[in-house]
C-alpha cells in the first residue's frame, strides 16, 4: 500500500496535539512542548523521506519482476536467436533439439521435475541431459 502523505501528516497532528494537551495538564512549559514539537517534527519527517524512498524501491522492483516474468524466448528458434556470441551459438545449434526444449523450460523456470511432466520424461532423463549441456558449455 502506498504511502498517504497528507493522511500520515492528519495522524501526526491529531496525536501531536493530544499529547501537548496532556504536557500542558502536567505543567510543562510551553518552550519545552515547542521543542518537543519541533524534534517529533524533524523525525515524523524523516520516516516520511524513508517511506517514499521505500514505496519507490517496492515499485521499482514490481516492474522488475514483471520485465523477469516476461519469458525470454517463446521457443527454440528464438532461444537461439537471442545467443548473442557466435562460439556459444554454435554449441547450442549442435544440441540435440529435445535438449533445447528442456534449456527453453528451465529459463522460463520450472524445475526438473517440472520439465519431465511438461516433456513426458523420466526426470533422470531431464536431469541428464541438462547435466550433458552443462559440460559442453563449460567446455566452451
Not at 524512498?53 to 521457443?75: H, N, P, V
Not at 556459444?88 to 524445475?111: D, R
Amino acid at each position: 500500500m502506498a504511502y498517504n502523505k497528507a493522511s500520515e501528516e492528519r495522524k501526526w497532528n491529531y496525536w501531536k496535539e493530544q499529547e501537548e494537551k496532556k504536557l500542558r495538564e502536567l505543567g510543562m512549559k510551553e518552550e519545552k512542548i515547542q521543542k518537543l514539537r519541533q524534534m517529533d517534527w524533524e523525525d515524523f519527517l524523516e520516516e516520511r523521506r524513508y517511506r517514499e524512498r521505500l514505496d519507490g524501491t517496492m515499485q521499482d522492483m514490481d516492474s522488475e519482476r514483471q520485465k523477469d516474468d516476461e519469458q525470454f524466448a517463446m521457443d527454440v528458434k528464438e532461444l537461439l536467436e537471442h545467443v548473442g556470441d557466435r562460439r556459444l551459438y554454435e554449441v547450442l545449434k549442435g544440441t540435440e533439439h529435445q535438449t533445447l526444449e528442456i534449456l527453453l523450460l528451465s529459463t522460463w523456470g520450472y524445475s526438473i521435475k517440472e520439465i519431465a511432466k511438461i516433456m513426458g520424461l523420466p526426470k533422470d532423463t531431464v536431469y541428464t541431459k541438462r547435466k550433458i549441456l552443462r559440460k559442453k558449455l563449460k567446455k566452451f
